[in-house]
């Protein structure tokens, strides 16, 4: 559990880190507009929110007060899979704990 814990927060500090080097280096409003005008991107943003939608979903069945899930479902379309990666750190002993039961 800790192996996984720790693979899931490196992945996360990844992805911000990708994440500051985009925004340090890149074109943000260039991305953007291929993003919508090619069939791709477009695929790729649907994909990325509907994860987002099935991890909600996830979050709001484990978390046993509706305002902490609502707490921690409200930041993830902005905050994205580092918010992901917190929540997962945070609740894995207990999800794995659960879902073994």
């Known amino acids: ?3 996984l814990r ?5 992945g996360g ?3 911000g880190g990708l994440i500051w080097l985009a ?3 890149g074109d943000f409003g260039a991305a953007g507009a291929w993003l919508m005008s090619d069939p791709w991107g477009r695929v790729t943003l649907f994909d990325l929110y509907l994860g987002f939608f099935f ?3 996830i979050m709001a069945f484990f978390e046993k007060h509706p305002l902490r ?3 921690w479902i409200a930041p993830l379309p902005i905050l994205g ?3 992901a990666a917190l929540w997962l750190v945070l609740s894995l002993p207990e ?3 659960r879902l073994r039961a």
């Open 6 to 10: 720790l693979l899931t927060a490196l």
């Open 69 to 71: 899930a609502i707490l």
């Open 1 to 3: 559990m800790i192996i």
């Open 55 to 57: 991890l909600a979903l």
């Open 95 to 97: 999800l794995a704990r």
């Open 23 to 25: 925004f340090t280096t």
């Open 13 to 15: 500090l990844a992805l």
């Open 81 to 83: 899979n580092i918010w």
